[in-house]
T-cell receptor, first 112, second 111 residues
């Protein structure tokens, strides 16, 4: 049973560019959440997708947007990249209740 | 002030010792409490999941929740060098809700 997978593993971009990160949830899971983890800090919630709709959103600007596909996979898009967007981006999937979220390995984004 | 506070460590213990970790929080709406383990440059791995107050034990791990004090703990018995990692507490107000994490405590178990 495959767990949560994310691609790419690493990514280097320059300021002002746009980036798309991808996530495939654990088999059978229908909810995908995205988190940003800066170096030495805990993950911070970006948003959550369920039934192809954004269900919850954290305190992130509109430069951060997402999408969920009918097969439950998801994308995170970040426009107009800033140096401060450098972080590990984590995807977590879950199903119904109780809510236990399983994390993928993350995509490490470096903005130069 | 952060909603969830966690001592960053590092916490260094000898192999076989009990590791004691804790988090305090300010949001009384939190009802679901989790502990994750994260190895360097990897995603967090769920260790323990607890609903409301009380204790939960799973092998060498024991999680405690005291909602009256807004304080949660994780104990690791018979610690091993492979337990060296960053431990993150996380909590949510409702099933399906976003997780709010502490900053993580780095633990080093020395052989």
């Amino acid at each position: 049973d495959a767990g949560v997978t994310q691609s790419p593993t690493h990514l280097i971009k320059t300021r002002g560019q746009q980036v798309t990160l991808r996530c495939s949830p654990k088999s059978g899971h229908d909810t995908v959440s995205w988190y940003q983890q800066a170096l030495g800090q805990g993950p911070q919630f970006i948003f959550q997708y369920y039934e192809e709709e954004e269900r919850q959103r954290g305190n992130f600007p509109d430069r951060f947007s997402g999408h969920q596909f009918p097969n439950y996979s998801s994308e995170l898009n970040v426009n107009a990249l800033l140096l401060g967007d450098s972080a590990l981006y984590l995807c977590a999937s879950s199903l119904g209740m109780p809510d236990t979220q399983y994390f993928g390995p993350g995509t490490r984004l470096t903005v130069l | 002030q952060k909603e969830v506070e966690q001592d960053p460590g590092p916490l260094s213990v000898p192999e076989g010792a009990i590791v004691s970790l804790n988090c305090t929080y300010s949001n009384s709406a939190f009802q679901y409490f989790m502990w994750y383990r994260q190895y360097s440059r990897k995603g967090p791995e769920l260790l323990m999941y607890t609903y409301s107050s009380g204790n939960k034990e799973d092998g060498r791990f024991t999680a405690q929740v005291d909602k009256s004090s807004k304080y949660i703990s994780l104990f690791i018995r018979d610690s091993q060098p492979s337990d060296s990692a960053t431990y993150l507490c996380a909590m949510s107000a409702a099933a399906g809700n976003k997780l709010t994490f502490g900053g993580g405590t780095r633990v080093l178990v020395k052989p």
